[in-house]
C-alpha cells in the first residue's frame, strides 16, 4: 500500500506541473511586416494626416494595427497609441489618421493572432516622423487696393527643404509678395516634405483691404 500510495502522489505532482507549463490556448506571436510607408497629407480645410501602408504582412495573422504615439520609441503593444487603427486583410492601408502638427511622433505596425482575451501581436515594424512648425508674419506698405505686402516664414524644428513654391534657406526662412485685391484670410502649407517630416500649417491671418 505504501508502495502504491507514493506512485499516485509522485504521478500527481507530475501532471500538476505539466498542466501549469503548458497553456491551452498559448498562440505563437505572428511574423512582422517586412516594410511600412508614412505618407503625410493636408485637406483643403487644413487637416494634417498620414496614410500608412505596409508589405509583407503574415499570411497567419488575423490583421494589423496601426499605431500613432508621440515620441521616437515603438511600444511593445499598441495598447498605449493615441490612435489605434485595426485593418483587416487583404487591405494594406489604413486611410488619414489625423495628428497634432508640430509634434514628432512614431509610426508603428504591428500583426496579430486572436482577439480573445487579449490579441498576440508581432515586434513592431515602425518609422519615426518628425513634427514641423511654420510661424507667419506679414509687412504691408499700405492696405489700399492694388497695394503689396510682403508675407513671411520659419520652418521651424526641420532642415530647410521646399515650401509650396518658396524654397526655404538655411535657417528655415521663406517670403513672397502678394498684391492686395480683397480682405482675405492667409496661411503658409508644408506640404512637400522630406521623407523624416510631417505636413504642418501656420495660424490664419487675415488681411482687411480698405478701399
Known sequence: MRTRSAALATFAALAGIGLAAVPANAASAPAPVSSISVTPQIDSRGTVSVDVSWTGADPSADGVVVCLKRGTSAPATPD??????????????????????????????????????????????????????????????????????????VQKNAPWSRLARMATDGTGHAHTTITLTQSRLYQWRYVNVGAHELTTYSARYQIAVTS
Open 80 to 153: 498605449t497609441c493615441e490612435s489605434n487603427v485595426a485593418v483587416n486583410p487583404p487591405a494594406t492601408s489604413s486611410g488619414p489618421i489625423t495628428f497634432f502638427p508640430a509634434k514628432t511622433y512614431v509610426v508603428a505596425v504591428y500583426d496579430y493572432i486572436g482577439t480573445t482575451p487579449e490579441p498576440t501581436y508581432s515586434a513592431p515594424t515602425f518609422a519615426v516622423r518628425h513634427g514641423t512648425k511654420l510661424t507667419f508674419g506679414y509687412a504691408c506698405g499700405s492696405y489700399t487696393k492694388g497695394s503689396h505686402c510682403t508675407i513671411s516664414s
